[in-house]
């Protein structure tokens, strides 16, 4: 007899509540995967893809996520809805892959920043004053407030837009802008004397 669910069998199951589905699921049940798929992928998809703005890797998160909950069985139905834990499993899980690509990104940019092209060539006194120039906005930048400084810091070192910023930290659009331009008028009043 073959083990894959018939279409039958996965119509009957789709009006269990999702506690029923998480036990069959737990009993080695596919189609209870199948309809539990079918409930929730689109939820889990639409959050991996606002989060990571790729439809490959969004579907492959979902992929994932739904792989983990057939494999891992770390759901409990006691502590959330289900809605809720593949809501937050996914944010958390898109999350840590935007800072995996971010840290990649930043890796690669150190690499090149190390070595220079060959037609590049500065006196040692410029090198000394662009070094000297980016201590000091470094140092600038600790003593704004954290808020404006963990901005600031994915915007300029880390090449992040506003809005992946407020997508990221799931700080509204217009806060960032703000916290953006204070961190800013801050800084340039800090180092009015570098503008010269």
Partial sequence: MDSEPSKRQVSDWGDKSDEALILSLRQ???????VLYDRYSRLVYTIAFRILHNGQEAEDLTQEIFLNLWQKQDYNPARSALSRFLSTVTRNRAIDRVRSRSNRRRILKGMAAQTPPMETFSLPEKQASQGERSQRVREALKTLPDKQRQLLWLAYFHGFSQSEIASHTNIPLGTV??????GL???????????D
Avoid: C, F, H, N
Wanted: proline share 0%; glycine share 8%.
């Fill in 28 to 34: 080695g049940d596919k189609a209870a995967l199948e």
């Fill in 177 to 182: 802008k703000s916290r953006m331009r204070q």
């Fill in 185 to 195: 008028l801050k800084l340039k009043g800090i180092l009015q004397d570098l503008a």
